[in-house]
């Protein structure tokens, strides 16, 4: 069974930061590439960042230069460091592996 468990979500302020873990179980890590999306109220899913099976990443230019994401193949797991977070980051992350998705972690950026 696969599943994919993210955490690390919270409230923080602007400009603060945060870092997203997402733990992989039931797949052979190391063969996927992972993703980050995020979903705002009434907004549509979004890709925020892209780690390719050779760390390679992507991201959305809204998030470049203050996000980085990881991956750790050895603990199956992939991470989003959040950096100079603003109100507009808020929204439920979401990990994605293929076809499978967590449960998201909600990230709230207010004073």
């Known amino acids: 069974q696969v599943q994919l468990v993210e955490s690390g979500g919270g409230l923080v302020q602007p400009g603060g930061s945060l870092r997203l873990s997402c733990a992989a179980s039931g797949i052979i890590f190391s063969f996927y590439a992972m993703g980050w999306y995020r979903q705002a109220p009434g907004e549509e899913r979004e890709l925020v960042a892209v780690i390719a099976r050779s760390g390679n990443t992507n991201y959305a230019d809204s998030v470049k230069g203050r996000f980085t994401a990881s991956r750790d193949d050895a603990k199956n797991t992939v991470y989003l460091q959040m950096n100079s977070l603003k109100p507009e980051d808020t929204a439920v992350y979401y990990c994605?592996?293929?076809?499978?998705w967590g449960q998201g972690t909600q990230v709230t950026v207010s004073s």
């Open positions: 994605n592996a293929g076809s499978q």
